[in-house]
Nanobody, 117 residues
Framework: HAHVQESGGGSVQAGDSLRLNCTVS????????LGWFRQAPGKERELVAT???????NVQDSVKGRFTAERDNAKNSVYLQMNSLKPEDTGVYYC???????????WGQGTQVAVSS
């Protein structure tokens, strides 16, 4: 079974940066696609960024220019670098992996990000 674990969340002030980490075990990581999602209080979970097997990344317009995603296959990890954080970036951030060969989605338990103005 694939296991996904996020870390790196915290409480920061507007304008600060955070780097979220996601480590995946039990999966063919190098062939798997990954996504970062977030869920703000009282809102639906939304996609933030994706990183596919060849390393191509895509971030949503709402965070473009501030957030970047990258993967490190040697560490079975994917990162979300978040700069110039805003209060509206507050929420629980989740990492999801699409397990290569099965198409199964596996989610982490999330890491909390709180941005104060």
């Amino acid at each position: 079974h694939a296991h996904v674990q996020e870390s790196g969340g915290g409480s920061v002030q507007a304008g600060d940066s955070l780097r979220l980490n996601c480590t995946v075990s039990g999966s063919i990581f190098t062939e798997s696609a990954l996504g970062w999602f977030r869920q703000a209080p009282g809102k639906e979970r939304e996609l933030v960024a994706t990183v596919v097997a060849d390393g191509t990344t895509n971030v949503q317009d709402s965070v473009k220019g501030r957030f970047t995603a990258e993967r490190d296959n040697a560490k079975n990890s994917v990162y979300l670098q978040m700069n110039s954080l805003k209060p509206e970036d507050t929420g629980v951030y989740y990492c999801m992996v699409v397990v290569a060969g099965t198409g199964q989605d596996v989610w982490g338990q999330g890491t909390q990000v709180a941005v104060s103005s």
